[in-house]
């Protein structure tokens, strides 16, 4: 029973993280699709000469997406493995992107100028998908939501196995088998050594002489 529990919650967790690479895979995507239009851009206008290196939007996008891959790996890592100290590692780290994710959310909602808090952008991208976002926010909003409830399962269904415990792996090349034969300590006879036995016969010997 607990191997069918540990097979289940296996496969739930992996299902559950699945997402976030999903999400992770799609921004990456998104961020090379920038890359693209932003190489595109400078070859084809002198303003962007001076910026040499990629905008702070496209590397964030594109750090943002790698990120979401790696966690993603973690966790099929500790799914597979069912170590604690895996699993532990796991779940600090949902939780660590729920509290980010949540002050992100928190600092939108509530500060009204917290665009001005971002560097400028010379590729304008940011406001573009701004306006996607804000064009389609029912759509996001029900992404959003999945996502965050995806972390949240993942963080029950980590901590549920890391309870259960690894897969306990019976060993049949034992040496128990074939463990050799133990004298005790306590009974063990010593055997007197031959040079003695000898110097006693041949004492006896000159004593019958």
Same mark, same amino acid.
Not at 174 to 194: D, F, K
């Given at each position: 029973?607990?191997?069918?529990?540990?097979?289940?919650?296996?496969?739930?967790l992996k299902a559950m993280n699945s997402i976030l690479g999903l999400l992770g895979?799609?921004?990456?995507?998104?961020?090379?699709?920038?890359?693209r239009v932003w190489e595109r851009d400078m070859d084809s206008s002198s303003s962007?000469?001076?910026?040499?290196?990629?905008?702070?939007?496209?590397?964030?996008?594109?750090?943002?997406?790698?990120?979401?891959?790696?966690?993603?790996?973690?966790?099929?890592?500790?799914?597979?493995?069912?170590?604690?100290?895996?699993?532990?590692?796991?779940? !600090?780290?949902?939780?660590?992107?729920?509290?980010? *994710?949540?002050?992100? /959310? #928190?600092?939108?909602?509530? @500060?009204?100028?917290?665009?001005?808090?971002?560097?400028?952008?010379?590729?304008?991208?940011?406001?573009?998908?701004?306006?996607?976002?804000?064009?389609?926010?029912?759509?996001?909003?029900?992404?959003?939501?999945?996502?965050?409830?995806?972390?949240?399962?993942?963080?029950?269904?980590?901590?549920?196995?890391?309870?259960?415990?690894?897969?306990?792996?019976?060993?049949?090349?034992?040496?128990?088998?074939?463990?050799?034969?133990?004298?005790? !300590?306590?009974?063990?006879?010593?055997?007197?050594? *031959?040079?003695?036995? /000898? #110097?006693?016969?041949?004492? @006896?010997?000159?004593?019958?002489?």
């Amino acid at each position: 029973m607990t191997k069918i529990a540990r097979v289940v919650l296996q496969a739930l967790l992996k299902a559950m993280n699945s997402i976030l690479g999903l999400l992770g895979i799609a921004i990456v995507l998104y961020g090379l699709w920038l890359v693209r239009v932003w190489e595109r851009d400078m070859d084809s206008s002198s303003s962007f000469d001076q910026y040499t290196t990629a905008p702070w939007v496209i590397c964030t996008f594109i750090g943002a997406g790698v990120t979401l891959c790696i966690i993603t790996g973690i966790g099929h890592l500790a799914a597979n493995c069912g170590s604690g100290c895996c699993l532990s590692c796991y779940t !600090l780290i949902i939780c660590m992107l729920l509290l980010l *994710e949540t002050a992100m /959310a #928190a600092d939108i909602l509530l @500060n009204n100028d917290w665009e001005k808090d971002l560097p400028y952008d010379p590729t304008g991208k940011f406001n573009d998908f701004r306006d996607f976002v804000e064009s389609n926010f029912d759509m996001f909003k029900w992404i959003g939501l999945l996502i965050i409830l995806a972390q949240a399962f993942s963080i029950l269904l980590a901590t549920a196995l890391r309870s259960i415990g690894p897969e306990q792996v019976a060993n049949c090349d034992s040496n128990e088998e074939y463990a050799p034969a133990r004298v005790p !300590l306590m009974n063990h006879i010593v055997q007197p050594p *031959e040079y003695i036995v /000898a #110097a006693k016969n041949t004492s @006896n010997w000159n004593l019958n002489k």
